[in-house]
């Protein structure tokens, strides 16, 4: 078990530029979820994924968010037209789906500045 | 909509003495309650969670919690802190209906241990 991963670490970008954040969950793990944190908050709900099946989004995710699973392992995280207010960190969690309420497991984070 | 109230944003403890970290919640519905800690430049980690049953709850690190539903309370205590113990601590919320997945996270409290 090497925990859920996620790359880079790091991203400075300019306004205006895609980026997109990579998470691999524990290898197991059928749930993938992805939570943006802003320095001082807490780490608010973006979306999660069941296998490859997106299953919810919050209204924080908009239409220039996007999130997959192609293959119900990884996942990734654009984001288009980056904008200042996109600067937080992106953190990806996975769970294993079970008869009782499944833990959450984070990776590190993606920490994103926006210039 | 449920919600997470976490009352103190800092909060300085003298090494070896008790710490109560304060968690309120509110929802219409039942819930399962957690505690995680994130370590500087580190994901977040589970301390514990409280899902049904015995309302005292122990974890990891020698921290336990108290689910009071009259108060919708989830307070955290240890009775004896580190100096590792310095970290910040986050109370989360997820509803108990099915199908209901995303954790809903309070502020943060910020645990200082002075020497």
């Known amino acids: 078990d090497t925990g859920v991963s996620q790359n880079p670490r790091h991203k400075i970008t300019k306004r205006g530029q895609n980026v997109t954040f990579r998470c691999d969950p524990i290898s197991e793990h059928n749930r993938l979820y992805w939570y943006r944190q802003t320095l001082g908050q807490g780490p608010e709900f973006l979306t999660y994924f069941q296998n490859e099946a997106q299953l919810e989004k919050s209204r924080l995710l908009s239409d220039r968010f996007s999130a997959e699973r192609p293959k119900g392992s990884f996942s990734t995280l654009e984001i288009q037209r980056t904008e200042q207010g996109d600067s937080a960190m992106y953190l990806c969690?996975?769970?294993?789906?079970?008869?009782?309420?499944?833990?959450?497991?984070f990776g590190p984070g993606t920490r994103l500045t926006v210039l | 909509a449920q919600s997470v109230t976490q009352l103190d944003s800092q909060v300085p403890v003298f090494e070896e003495a008790p710490v109560e970290l304060r968690c309120n919640y509110s929802s219409s519905v039942s819930v399962y309650l957690f505690w995680y800690v994130q370590y500087p430049n580190q994901g977040l980690q589970l301390l514990l969670k409280y899902l049904s049953g015995s309302t005292l709850v122990k974890g990891i690190n020698g921290f336990e919690a108290e689910f009071n539903k009259s108060q919708t309370s989830f307070h955290l205590r240890k009775p004896s802190v580190h100096i590792s113990d310095t970290a910040e601590y986050f109370c989360a919320v997820r509803l108990s209906n099915f199908g209901n997945e995303k954790l809903t996270f309070g502020t943060g409290t910020r645990l200082t241990i002075i020497p």
């Open positions: 969690a996975s769970s294993l789906e079970g008869l009782t309420t499944d833990t959450q497991y």
